[in-house]
């Protein structure tokens, strides 16, 4: 190759470059643009200022969960308020309103006794597979309300005084016993509907053991009452409506799946948290006047045996309806002196 | 007392028994059911309040 023809050579290259530049590199440089990993992201700054407003903040996700791009949307906030605010103060509140009541009335009308005092004979008032059903539901319910409380509470009360390690590990377990306990609550509450319900069905002297505050409020005021009395009977309808309650929102929170959109979801979550701080209340009286409120009430679930003279102060149609019967069957020994 | 301790007994073990059954036949793990060929999800352990 010559000179000139070398020189002709380079000068049709730069020809061709100066007419193909505009065009040639553009490919690339588009590949470029839509590749690049940062051209669309969402800055911190637009996000924080679309957290400020009502809108929805919705994205894409990797994983196969259709909910999962919905990051922010308004009726989540509505309910994380109310869950947090709402929820939270009616939970402390009818604690502490409970707790508080319960003390006005020990001031005011101490332990209630056996007015004839104890008779040295007992009566038989609840059998073992009664007995079961109550601890079981029992024992279930106080680590239920115990681990949830402290979702509810936890972070408020225990995380500043126990420290981010140890209140991690403790939710964690306490999730757990949460998720499974339920299952034992479950069992209790249907046994206990079954052995029991048809001893809870509204009868008209109730309304009499209403009428005269259970004799609660008075010395030597005693209404009549079949095996259950009106608060008992209260107390019955309450675990078993709060209690269906807890449970059927219990499991859709353990399978959101099953529970439908995340407004059911919210909603349930809401139910759930509601029962849970009334029925946590109503039990907190229970346990009261079963304990240190009256005396011989512990008896009934303890032993299974009571005081005679309690049961005809505090059950006395159940107690005749009981003598009753041993008098048709010879005695039947239903009625036992005490050991 | 037998039917406080048989109803104790028996809570534990329905719970045992309801966390091995929903565990193996209808729970997974979030990092096991998440993960896929192109994303592997680990698990976050037990400490959730890290701030």
Redesign the interface.
């Given at each position: 190759m010559t000179r000139l023809t070398r020189l002709l050579a380079i000068a049709a290259f730069a020809a061709l470059g100066a007419v193909g530049a505009p065009l040639m590199p553009l490919a690339p440089m588009a590949e470029a643009q839509q590749v690049n990993p940062t051209a669309e992201s969402v800055t911190e700054d637009k996000l924080f200022q679309a957290l400020r407003g009502d809108q929805m903040i919705e994205g894409r996700a990797s994983i196969p969960d259709p909910k999962a791009p919905g990051l922010i949307k308004p009726g989540n906030k509505g309910w994380a308020d109310t869950h947090t605010g709402t929820i939270r103060a009616l939970t402390v509140w009818t604690m502490i309103g409970m707790v508080a009541l319960l003390g006005i009335f020990y001031a005011y009308r101490g332990r209630i006794r056996i007015d004839a005092g104890p008779s040295g004979r007992t009566i038989k008032r609840f059998g073992g597979v009664e007995r079961f059903a109550h601890w079981l539901m029992a024992v279930s319910f106080i680590l239920l309300a115990l681990t949830g409380l402290n979702l509810v509470l936890g972070r408020s009360v225990l995380l500043p005084m126990i420290g981010e390690g140890a209140f991690g590990a403790l939710s964690a377990s306490g999730k757990i016993v949460h998720n499974y306990m339920g299952w034992a609550f479950m069992l209790g509450l249907a046994l206990a509907f079954v052995v029991w319900v048809g001893r809870n069905l509204p009868k008209a002297h109730d309304l009499t053991w209403i009428a005269m505050g259970g004799g609660l409020f008075k010395k030597g005021v005693h209404p009549p009452a079949g095996k259950f009395n009106a608060g008992q009977k209260l107390i019955f309808w309450s675990v078993v409506v709060g209690g269906a309650a807890l449970s059927f929102t219990g499991v859709m929170l353990l399978f959101p799946v099953l529970a439908g959109t995340q407004a059911d979801w919210q909603l349930y979550q809401l139910i759930h948290g509601i029962a849970a701080a009334l029925l946590t209340a109503v039990i907190l009286a229970h346990i009261y006047i079963g304990s240190i409120g009256m005396e011989g009430a512990f008896d009934a679930m303890g032993s299974g045996e009571v005081d005679l003279n309690w049961a005809r102060e505090h059950h006395s149609l159940w107690v005749e309806e009981v003598e009753g019967k041993s008098a048709g069957s010879q005695g039947g020994g239903r009625v036992a002196p005490a050991e | 007392?037998?039917?406080?301790l048989?109803?104790?007994v028996?809570?534990?073990i329905?719970?045992?028994g309801?966390?091995q059954l929903?565990d193996s036949r209808?729970q997974t793990t979030t990092p096991a059911l998440?993960t896929?060929e192109?994303?592997r999800?680990t698990s976050p352990g037990?400490?959730?309040?890290?701030?």
């Amino acid at each position: 190759m010559t000179r000139l023809t070398r020189l002709l050579a380079i000068a049709a290259f730069a020809a061709l470059g100066a007419v193909g530049a505009p065009l040639m590199p553009l490919a690339p440089m588009a590949e470029a643009q839509q590749v690049n990993p940062t051209a669309e992201s969402v800055t911190e700054d637009k996000l924080f200022q679309a957290l400020r407003g009502d809108q929805m903040i919705e994205g894409r996700a990797s994983i196969p969960d259709p909910k999962a791009p919905g990051l922010i949307k308004p009726g989540n906030k509505g309910w994380a308020d109310t869950h947090t605010g709402t929820i939270r103060a009616l939970t402390v509140w009818t604690m502490i309103g409970m707790v508080a009541l319960l003390g006005i009335f020990y001031a005011y009308r101490g332990r209630i006794r056996i007015d004839a005092g104890p008779s040295g004979r007992t009566i038989k008032r609840f059998g073992g597979v009664e007995r079961f059903a109550h601890w079981l539901m029992a024992v279930s319910f106080i680590l239920l309300a115990l681990t949830g409380l402290n979702l509810v509470l936890g972070r408020s009360v225990l995380l500043p005084m126990i420290g981010e390690g140890a209140f991690g590990a403790l939710s964690a377990s306490g999730k757990i016993v949460h998720n499974y306990m339920g299952w034992a609550f479950m069992l209790g509450l249907a046994l206990a509907f079954v052995v029991w319900v048809g001893r809870n069905l509204p009868k008209a002297h109730d309304l009499t053991w209403i009428a005269m505050g259970g004799g609660l409020f008075k010395k030597g005021v005693h209404p009549p009452a079949g095996k259950f009395n009106a608060g008992q009977k209260l107390i019955f309808w309450s675990v078993v409506v709060g209690g269906a309650a807890l449970s059927f929102t219990g499991v859709m929170l353990l399978f959101p799946v099953l529970a439908g959109t995340q407004a059911d979801w919210q909603l349930y979550q809401l139910i759930h948290g509601i029962a849970a701080a009334l029925l946590t209340a109503v039990i907190l009286a229970h346990i009261y006047i079963g304990s240190i409120g009256m005396e011989g009430a512990f008896d009934a679930m303890g032993s299974g045996e009571v005081d005679l003279n309690w049961a005809r102060e505090h059950h006395s149609l159940w107690v005749e309806e009981v003598e009753g019967k041993s008098a048709g069957s010879q005695g039947g020994g239903r009625v036992a002196p005490a050991e | 007392m037998k039917a406080f301790l048989a109803a104790v007994v028996v809570g534990i073990i329905v719970a045992v028994g309801s966390a091995q059954l929903l565990d193996s036949r209808f729970q997974t793990t979030t990092p096991a059911l998440y993960t896929t060929e192109g994303a592997r999800i680990t698990s976050p352990g037990d400490n959730l309040v890290q701030f």
